[in-house]
Structure formats: structure tokens, C-alpha cells
């Protein structure tokens, strides 16, 4: 199956419009001329944009984990792009750093780090946001809001474990060096994605 195909919208929501006119079942890259082009460009240049992001760090102490832009930007990846091109594109930006492009946090690459976990983790999180974008989650402040959370669970739910495995912390540990200094920043990250995306459809559907 083709990105393009992945993230076509589904039939039963095509029918559906939101208040504004825009049809249900699409999400913001859709709107852009269809073509094998625009998916390359959208995939590559999601996994960029999350790799810029990353750059953003700030380190926390005690923990090998630092604050980064990296989880907003795979959020909104997802959302924008829809399931099939955000995963590939948080795919890509994984390989790619495993490959050697210094673009995970603070310029590192590989997958020797006890933070890698958060990465697989975004490649899920990037496609359960992105399905829940095509129906409708990034409408209104509140279901953006919803979609960011359990996209940032989701990111949690398998880098806190990996945290844990990866330097032999025990689970208490893990969570306090791997989730609880991260909680008011991911709250700040969600307020932004909250107001970015329901204002960009209401934009385009002036």
C-alpha cells in the first residue's frame, strides 16, 4: 500500500463536514495537491522538522533523559500528516539516526542511548494521533488536547520501561528520572498544539 493510499481519507467520513466545511476524514496535509512528491516531501520533511526540534534540549538533573521540542514536534507530525506518513516519517527520522545523522537530542545519533525507547515510542504515538487527526481530534481545542495526551502516554508507556531496562533502574526509579520531570513541559506542549492546530482549520476554512 502506498503512503498516499494510507492516509487517503476513508469513505464514511468523507460525507462528514466539520462546522467549518471542511470534510471529516481529512487531515491537514491533505489539503496540498496529491502527488508521490508531496508524501516524499511531507515524510522527509516530518522527520527534519522533529530532528530541528530535538535540538531544543535542555538536560534534567539525575536523569539521562533531557526536556526537548522533540514530543511536540512528533506530535504535530502526526496530527498534520496523517497515521501512514507520520509513522513513516518518525520511521525514517529513527533509521536515520540509528544510521549516524546527529539529529536525535543534543546532536547525539544511535541507538546505544537509554532514551531510545522514547523514539520507538514516538513512532507509535505518531500514528495513533495522526488516525485520531483523520477523525476529527485536531478540530477543537478539547479533542486536540485528548490526542495529545495519549500520544504523549504512548511515548511514555514504552520509553519509561526501556529507561528502566536499558540502565537497570528499578520501575519507581525510572519513573521519577523518565516521566515526572517532563509532566509541566508536556502540559505547556499540549496548550500549544491545542491552540496551533483547531486555529490553522479555522484559517483554511474562512
Do not use: C
Request: overall charge positive.
Amino acid at each position: 500500500m502506498s503512503t498516499a493510499a494510507a492516509d487517503a481519507p476513508a469513505l464514511p467520513h468523507s460525507r462528514i463536514r466539520s462546522s467549518g466545511g471542511t470534510p471529516i476524514g481529512q487531515v491537514l496535509a491533505d489539503l496540498l495537491p496529491a502527488s508521490r512528491v508531496r508524501d516524499i516531501a511531507l515524510v522527509v520533511g516530518g522527520a527534519a522538522f522533529t530532528g530541528l526540534a530535538a535540538q531544543i534540549a535542555v538536560p534534567v538533573p539525575g536523569s539521562p533523559v533531557p526536556v526537548t521540542g522533540q514530543t511536540l514536534a512528533v506530535l504535530l507530525v502526526g496530527t498534520a500528516l496523517g497515521a501512514g506518513r507520520g509513522f513513516l516519517s518518525l520511521a525514517l527520522y529513527a533509521l536515520a539516526g540509528i544510521a549516524g545523522v546527529p539529529w536525535f537530542a543534543e546532536g547525539t545519533s544511535g541507538a546505544a542511548a537509554p532514551s531510545f525507547g522514547y523514539i520507538l515510542g514516538m513512532i507509535l504515538a505518531s500514528a495513533v494521533v495522526g488516525a485520531l487527526a483523520r477523525r476529527g481530534a485536531d478540530r477543537t481545542a478539547l479533542r486536540t488536547a485528548g490526542a495529545m495526551v495519549l500520544g504523549e502516554a504512548i511515548i511514555y508507556a514504552v520509553g519509561v520501561p526501556y529507561l528502566a531496562l536499558a540502565t537497570g533502574m528499578s520501575a519507581t526509579a525510572a519513573i521519577a528520572a523518565g516521566l515526572t520531570p517532563f509532566l509541566i513541559g508536556d502540559v505547556l506542549k499540549a496548550a500549544l498544539a491545542m491552540g496551533a492546530l483547531p486555529t490553522a482549520w479555522k484559517l483554511i476554512n474562512r
